[in-house]
Nanobody, 126 residues
């Protein structure tokens, strides 16, 4: 069983930055961030491999967001810069229950049974 606890969300003005954290208890493999804006479906943001040597980003996240992990503490991070109003959403940490490549997570999304955090709200104002 894996438990995921996110932190770091908040309110920021457009152009600002935030860093999200996701602390995992238990063994994890590839991990990812998804987000869900009001009235929209949950969408992929970024994923990182178990070793941290492979990453994948949604098009909107490239050049603005960086995913990285600290295996010593079993924590992953999402550094978000140049935030836009459209980035307003609840951000969720995801840990697949099975080993999956980052591009597979990006292309096919989460699987039933994946572990999820409780979500952290990010609000970007103009």
């Amino acid at each position: 069983q894996v438990q995921l606890v996110e932190s770091g969300g908040g309110s920021v003005q457009a152009g600002g930055s935030l860093r999200l954290s996701c602390a995992a208890s238990g063994r994890t493999f590839t991990m990812a961030w998804f987000r869900q804006a009001p009235g929209k479906e949950r969408e992929f943001v970024a994923a990182i491999s178990r070793a941290g040597d492979a990453t994948e980003y949604a098009e909107f996240a490239k050049d603005r967001f960086t995913i990285f992990r600290d295996d010593n503490r079993n924590v992953i991070f999402l550094q978000m810069s140049s935030l836009e109003v459209e980035d307003t959403a609840v951000y969720y940490c995801n840990a697949p229950r099975v080993i999956r490549a980052v591009h597979a997570v990006a292309l096919t999304g989460p699987f039933p049974g994946d572990y999820w955090g409780q979500g952290t709200q990010v609000t970007v104002s103009s």
